[in-house]
């Protein structure tokens, strides 16, 4: 019981008493003690009332794809307006990449040192599919999985995103799937900007080669290093556009697999795809 409750109750005590007595004799000691209690009382802040800005927020860190969390309800989208990113990226060694296939692009890759990542890779995941596809996915990174087998999305996750694909009724090797960042990051974290410039370059090579009709960034990563945006929640599901080819933004297959009820919004995003392609009307 706080001060102020403790005072109202001894004061109601009291006045209860006076009127059976009105005159309550008190020590000099509970004097000074009721007169401070007053004073104390009258000027101790009233108890705030919650205001939705005060509670604690419903949305978690804009990063879909590293181990957070359970999910709070629905609102995980931050309700505040975003401010734009803009952090000066580094900037990493030039290479001149002009004149490269795909198939030399991929032995630049494998044999590249030009980040940290590469000291504590197994494998290089380049890309998965087909260079002559139509659609383009592009993750953040291999995880133990890819760093293994040195293809991208092969884990739990690729094989959710092997699903969505099929479900979009186009086969996973008529896509192009790649990564920003070709080496895995340690403990599944998220690359460094220095990392993702370093490695842009290949992926900006990439895209240029395969020349796909559209673009789907998959979470936080690709949205923020390839397209300079933040806020996965808030760009998800509306075309960008990068170098005029349009781009879908959603979320990463990992995090559908922590937040199933996420699969919706993803497939809403699908299915604009599908008819941006000709494959749904
Ligand atoms: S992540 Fe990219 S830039 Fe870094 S070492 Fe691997 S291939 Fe090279």
Redesign the pocket.
């Given at each position: 019981m706080s001060s102020v409750t403790l005072f109202d109750a001894l004061l109601d005590i009291l006045e209860r008493r006076r009127r059976d007595n009105p005159y309550i004799e008190l020590s000099p000691e509970n004097q000074t003690f009721l007169t401070q209690a007053a004073l104390h009382a009258s000027s101790a802040p009233t108890p705030a009332t919650p205001t939705p800005a005060a509670l604690p927020p419903t949305a978690p860190a804009d990063d879909d794809r590293t181990p957070k969390p359970a999910p709070q309800p629905p609102g995980r989208e931050p309700p505040a307006a975003e401010a734009p990113n803009t952090a000066a990226q580094p900037t990493?060694e030039p290479i001149d990449l002009g004149n490269t296939d795909l198939v030399e692009l991929e032995t630049m890759?494998s044999a590249?040192?030009?980040?940290?990542?590469?000291k504590e890779?197994n494998r290089?995941a380049f890309a998965d599919g087909s260079a002559d596809a139509d659609l383009m996915f592009i993750g953040e990174?291999p995880g133990a999985d890819e760093d293994r087998e040195g293809i991208p999305f092969v884990g739990a996750a690729g094989q959710l995103l092997t699903k969505i694909i099929g479900a979009m009724k186009i086969r996973r090797e008529d896509v192009y799937i790649a990564n920003i960042?070709?080496?895995r990051p340690p403990r599944n974290r998220n690359?460094e900007p220095d990392?993702a410039a370093?490695?842009l370059p290949?992926l900006e090579r990439q895209i240029e080669l395969v020349a796909p009709k559209v673009i789907i960034t998959l979470g936080a990563v690709p949205l923020r290093f390839l397209l300079d945006q933040k806020g996965i929640r808030r760009q998800r599901g509306n075309w960008l556009d990068y170098k005029g080819i349009p781009v879908m933004p959603t979320f990463h297959p990992s995090y559908l697999l922590r937040v199933p009820d996420a699969k919706r919004d993803v497939w809403n995003d699908m299915q604009q795809i599908m008819v941006r392609l000709g494959i749904q009307k």
């Open positions: 990493a890759v590249c040192t030009r980040c940290e990542l590469c890779r290089t990174g960042v070709k080496c690359p990392e370093a490695c290949y």
